[in-house]
């Protein structure tokens, strides 16, 4: 069955510097993608980056950056330069690609990043 | 292009009373799913549509009914509502790709 796994419930980060987000996941497909969301204290889901499993290259949106290291089945989350609105949950999840379910997503618990000024 | 809408943003029901979450999308997705987050989890899918007439369950359908008798609608219903319900739900549209588009979520509170 399919999992994601942060174990990381909670970061702190000094304003300016980078911090990784920790995310693993588990699958038998050979096609997947991977999401990284925020939510903040509003409660809402915004999208970050995404990782096609056949893309060569690491995404990059930005501040964000996704380290995708497929045999060892990790899609950590980089994020440079924080900022105090970086503050906020954040989710990693995955999805098949192949299949009928293809529009839905698993989800970690997330990782609560507290940055500090 | 309002993208994915929900009503309400916040709802208090008692124990055995039912009601219906709506959920609508203008982008002409096929795919459509519920999820509800409970504190200290991800979101977990409830129910899931992969185009008009077509729905499945997820991973914690008890206690919901789905329908999608339009592209655009996708409405959530609890058919006697629980403490255990007691969440915020989130309603998804997706082209089936690498995007996938929440709504703003309910709150929904069930005494």
């Known amino acids: 069955a399919q999992k994601i796994t942060q174990t990381q419930p909670g970061m702190f980060v000094q304003e300016k510097e980078a911090v990784t987000l920790d995310c693993t996941y588990d699958?038998?497909?050979?096609?997947?993608?991977l999401f990284w969301y925020k939510q903040p204290s509003s409660g809402e889901m915004i999208f970050l980056i995404y990782?096609?499993?056949?893309?060569?290259q690491n995404a990059t949106e930005g501040r964000y950056s996704l380290n995708f290291q497929k045999a060892r089945k990790s899609a950590n989350l980089v994020i440079s330069a924080s900022q105090l609105g970086d503050s906020a949950m954040y989710f990693c999840?995955?999805?098949?690609?192949?299949?009928?379910?293809?529009?839905?997503?698993?989800f970690g618990k997330g990782t609560k990043l507290s940055v500090k000024p | 292009n309002a993208g994915v809408t929900q009503t309400p943003k916040f709802q208090v029901l008692k124990t055995g009373q039912s009601m219906t979450l709506q959920c609508a999308q203008d982008?002409?997705?096929?795919?459509m799913s519920w999820y509800r987050q409970d504190p200290g989890m991800g979101l977990r899918l409830i129910h899931y549509?992969?185009?008009?007439?077509?729905?499945d369950q997820g991973e914690v359908p008890n206690g919901y009914n789905v329908s999608r008798s339009t592209t655009e609608d996708f409405p959530l219903r609890l058919l006697s509502a629980a403490p255990s319900q007691t969440s915020v739900y989130f309603c998804?549209?997706?082209?089936?790709?690498?995007?996938?588009?929440f709504g703003p979520g309910t709150r929904l509170t069930v005494l």
């Open positions: 982008m002409n997705h096929e795919y």
């Open positions: 699958t038998s497909d050979q096609s997947y993608g």
């Open positions: 990782q096609g499993s056949y893309d060569e």
């Open positions: 998804a549209s997706s082209p089936g790709n690498n995007e996938q588009f």
């Open positions: 549509s992969v185009g008009a007439g077509i729905t």
């Open positions: 999840a995955m999805r098949e690609l192949d299949g009928g379910s293809q529009g839905n997503l698993i």
